[in-house]
């Protein structure tokens, strides 16, 4: 496996799904996530273990689960809600298992109807079940703050908890700790100015941020955390996405644009953009109701583009990384 510069994990299955007005058949589920690997996404969340009445679109996590498991070289992500939800992602077999975790008390409230504390224990006893599991069943675990730069139902979120869950997730034995803008409040010098404490106090645990483009900078703040160290990003295919939880919330930074962005810096993502765009097609064919956005897929590559370099393949040479 080629070595990469930054990570994009496809979120669109999941996030995507769970906020859209129609249901993607399962079979077409299946088809979209074989596709978006074959573009050279490496990782995928495929689906979360909530209650089927709670979110019908994630009634078949399991199957999908099962089936994105079968292709190689590829992580496969679940979101779980509470313990209950993790028990369920670990049956599944689930390589790596993600808790929302909302530094905005109301909308923890409404999300998974927990505080934040509560949810916060709820993965400790995550982290601790899996100590007792034997070395190859242990899936990654992740914890996401959650409306970490504002909440449409609170409001302002203060910097402080959101640095105090961090570390609150970073102790309780998480591998890794992501700052998700759950509704599109973040800006670019706020982006950098929060990764920066969160990096303080939590460490190289901090690998990512989660980012929703409801107000169009959703690039701009992907850019500005890469500058602060940032190198995993989580984007959704079209721009779907949002959580059904948080009035207001909209589509996620649209992985097609991302990816280009990154490429076009000279920076390796995997992403192959024929097949990327493949696998927009599969998306728009599996759920045609649901609008798709996006500028990449409109406008193409540009004349003369480069990829950045691959393994043994001359490319743009990477800008020297701002850290
Ligand atoms: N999967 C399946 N069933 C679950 C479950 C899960 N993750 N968590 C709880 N349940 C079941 C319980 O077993 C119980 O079943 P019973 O009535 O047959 O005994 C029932 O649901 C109620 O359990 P409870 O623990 O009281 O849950 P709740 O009603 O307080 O709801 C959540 C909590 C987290 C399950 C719910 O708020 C939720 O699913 N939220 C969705 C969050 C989300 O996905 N947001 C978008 C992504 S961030
Ligand atoms: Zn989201």
Known sequence: MSQLDVFICEVGPRDGLQNAHHL?????????ISALAAAGLREIEVGSF????VIPAMADTGEVVAHAKTIAGLKVVALAPNFK???????????????PVSASHQH????VRMTPDEMVAQVRQACELRLTLPAGQRPEIEGAV????????????PEDEVVRIAKLLADAGVDSVALADTVGYANPAQMKRLYRKVKDAVGAKLDGVHLHNTRGLGLANALAAYEEGARAFDSSM???????????ASGNVVTEDLAFMFESMGLRTGID???LLRAREILVNGIPEEPVYGHFAGAGLPKGFRR???????GKPAVAPVV
């Open 24 to 32: 993607m058949p399962t079979e077409a589920k299946k088809a979209w």
């Open 50 to 53: 909530v209650p089927a009445k």
């Open 85 to 99: 939800g993790f028990q369920r992602a670990l049956e599944s077999g689930a390589h790596k298992i993600t808790f």
């Open 108 to 111: 923890s409230v409404s999300n």
């Open 146 to 157: 959650a409306t970490a730069f504002g909440c449409t139902l609170q409001g302002e979120v």
């Open 238 to 248: 079209g721009g779907l996405g949002g959580c059904p939880f948080a009035p207001g």
């Open 273 to 275: 953009f024929d097949a």
């Open 308 to 314: 950045a370099a691959q393994e043994g393949v001359p």
